[in-house]
Structure formats: C-alpha cells, structure tokens
C-alpha cells in the first residue's frame, strides 16, 4: 500500500539555519504529494502540495520539489524563525478518500 | 467564522464509559474524515464519508461509530472507553470524493483522556 517515511526527529535549528526535511513515498499510481504543519496545540494546516512530477510546492518560505525518479517530496527552507517551530507532517494521496501521513518530524528553532 | 469545528476541545472520562464528539463544516465540501494522532503523533485514518456514505472504515473497533446526519456533520461515538483510546482525534473534510489535489482542512482536535 501507499506509505510516506520521513526522517525522523527531533531536529534543533538557530534562527536563520537552513531546514530540509527529508521525505520519500511509495505508492502505486502517481499521488498527489503535500506538507503539513502542526504549530503546538493547533491542528494540521497545509502548508504546500504538488499534484505531479517535477512540480515545486512553495508557502511562507517554504518550498518542496516532487521527484518522481527518487520518489521524494524534501521540505526545505533557506532562513527559519522562531515561528517555524512545529511539527511538519510529508503525506500523499494517491486514492480518492484517503491521506497518508509519515510519522511526522518536530522542529525547534532557537532565538 | 471556524471551516472545521470540533466539540468539545478536551474530554477527560472514565473507562467504560460512552462519549461523543461532534464535528463540522462551513466549506461545502462533500467528503469528512476522523483522523486518530496517537502520542508520538502518528496520524491514522479511521473513517471517511462522502456525501453520508461511508467509504473508508480502517479496522477500527466496532467500539467506534461515525455518524454522519448531512454532509456538513460527521459525529464519532465511543463505547465503553479504554485507556488506549488516549488520543487527539482529528476531524478533516475536503471539497470532493477526489481530496487529491485539494488536500483537507482540519480541526483543531480534540483531546481525549481515558482514566
């Protein structure tokens, strides 16, 4: 069946480091690919997606390539903040009802 | 004016008791999910409807019951409670039986403690 693993944490930043979540899939079809957040004590919220192969996802900062011939979706950042501290969740959907979600990755951003 | 609304917010309850948890959209959209993130939070899936139909039921114990009255609500009953139903539950809903290329919106959870 369709899975998502993605690297696991906890990951400790300083402000203004570069942040790359790692994430790969495996499903059978051509899924969409899509990165959550989760900010501490709130639901997910979508942060970006791409529906096919060598679509760039981007959001606050944030962006994500699928590549199909690696099969990964790596989240990546170039500067992150103190607000960035959350839990990023990589998922796909390759079936009409259902969203997969890997096993989630906490960030800490230091001041 | 909340999408994905979810009632109640926190739930403290003894084993063996039964509760609900209420939820619902503003989005108009066809499809609502209940979603189980365990402590180290992992999400599963455990139900979706579309338009009332029930379309995914991930072998959840028969302990647990969705019930959706229209498409703009989709309740989940719990019988006789146990400690590892622990969990934040949360509800999603997206705007066609394809959430594809829409992903869902989601509640803000609701976190259930077992005692």
């Known amino acids: 069946g369709d899975s998502v693993t993605q690297m696991e944490g906890p990951v400790t930043l300083s402000e203004e480091a570069f942040l790359t979540i790692n994430c790969t899939y495996t499903a059978t079809g051509y899924p969409s690919l899509f990165w959550y957040v989760q900010y501490p004590g709130e639901g997910l919220q979508l942060l970006l997606k791409?529906?096919?192969?060598?679509d760039k996802g981007s959001n606050k900062g944030f962006e994500a390539t699928y590549r199909k011939e690696t099969t990964s979706f790596h989240l990546e950042k170039g500067s992150v903040q103190v607000s960035d501290s959350a839990v990023y969740f990589c998922?796909?959907?390759?079936?009409?009802?259902?969203?997969?979600f890997g096993a989630g990755t906490t960030v800490t951003v230091r001041a | 004016d909340t999408a994905v609304s979810q009632t109640p917010k926190y739930l403290v309850t003894q084993m063996g008791n039964d509760k609900s948890i209420k939820c619902e959209q503003n989005?108009?959209?066809?499809?609502m999910y209940w979603y189980k993130q365990d402590s180290k939070k992992f999400l599963k899936i455990m139900f979706s409807?579309?338009?009332?139909?029930?379309?995914i039921n991930e072998t959840v114990p028969n302990r647990f019951s969705p019930k959706s009255p229209d498409k703009a609500h989709l309740n989940l009953h719990i019988n006789s409670l146990e400690l590892g139903d622990s969990a934040v539950y949360f509800c999603?809903?997206?705007?066609?039986?394809?959430?594809?290329?829409?992903?869902?919106?989601f509640g803000s959870g609701t976190r259930l403690t077992v005692v």
């Open positions: 791409a529906t096919k192969a060598d």
């Open positions: 989005l108009g959209h066809d499809t």
């Open positions: 998922a796909l959907s390759d079936h009409d009802y259902k969203l997969s």
């Open positions: 409807y579309n338009n009332k139909e029930l379309i």
């Open positions: 999603a809903s997206s705007p066609r039986r394809t959430g594809t290329n829409y992903g869902y919106t």
